[in-house]
């Protein structure tokens, strides 16, 4: 079983709704929840992060945790074309807390 | 954040020879990680590297292959030795974020390393 589970898409999704990004992990201990952006070509550049049960927004991005389901989300609203590209979801081991273990990625693709 | 360069951006190389790719970060930073990431693939830690210590590597990577420098707090170093065309990869280090919530810093990422060896 992969630690850590993701779609991998592609997701297409009209501009201007909202796109949902779904990740499920494995270990019940872990503790911080990341969400990454990369675009084609490039490093990854995070985007959200959280760490306690519930929801979290920035902008048009909203985070979404449950412990006790183990799993975690990403909506984006208001989709925009340049919002195409592989999100990441990454968690952090029980061994160590900086250690972050990657999904494999969604690819999201947002259509005018 | 920290920014973060990485040299060389890309590279093409012959089987069998070494490169040494540098990450240098615009502040201090304890942790340092290198990580791989294939055509296709996700992410994979390859190590973690602190200053004044020796690099920490994961399951299926070896200190031989991956050599890595640590020699101050702004800067690192990977070497990829001996290389083979299955070496062709991204190799990105990252460094972790001070005065996160305690639990688990986030990381954040230098532009990567395109290499391609045949």
């Known amino acids: 079983q992969k630690e850590v589970e993701q779609n991998s898409g592609p997701l297409s999704v009209p501009e201007g709704a909202i796109a949902s990004l779904n990740c499920t992990y494995s270990d019940r201990g872990s503790q911080s929840f990341f969400w990454y952006r990369q675009y084609s070509g490039k490093s990854p550049e995070l985007i959200m992060f959280i760490y306690s049960n519930g929801d979290k927004e920035d902008g048009r991005f909203t985070a979404q945790l449950n412990k006790a389901s183990q799993y975690v989300s990403l909506l984006i609203r208001d989709s925009q074309p340049s919002d195409s590209a592989t999100y990441l979801c990454a968690v952090s081991g029980y061994s160590s807390a900086s250690k972050i273990i990657f999904g494999s990625g969604t690819r999201l693709s947002i259509r005018p | 954040s920290a920014v973060i360069s990485q040299k060389p951006s890309r590279d093409i190389c012959q089987r069998g020879t070494s490169l040494t790719i540098q990450c240098q970060v615009d502040s201090q930073v304890t942790m340092m990680f290198w990580y791989r990431q294939q055509p296709g693939q996700s992410l994979t830690l390859i190590a973690t590297a602190n200053q004044g210590s020796e690099a920490t590597y994961e399951s299926g990577f070896v200190i031989d292959k991956f050599p890595i420098s640590r020699p101050n707090l702004t800067f690192s170093t990977l070497t990829v030795s001996n290389m083979s065309p299955e070496d062709s990869s991204i190799y990105l280090c990252?460094?972790?974020?001070?005065?996160?919530?305690?639990?688990?810093?986030?990381?954040?990422f230098g532009p990567g390393t395109r290499l391609t060896v045949l």
């Open positions: 990252s460094v972790e974020s001070a005065g996160g919530a305690g639990v688990g810093n986030e990381q954040f």
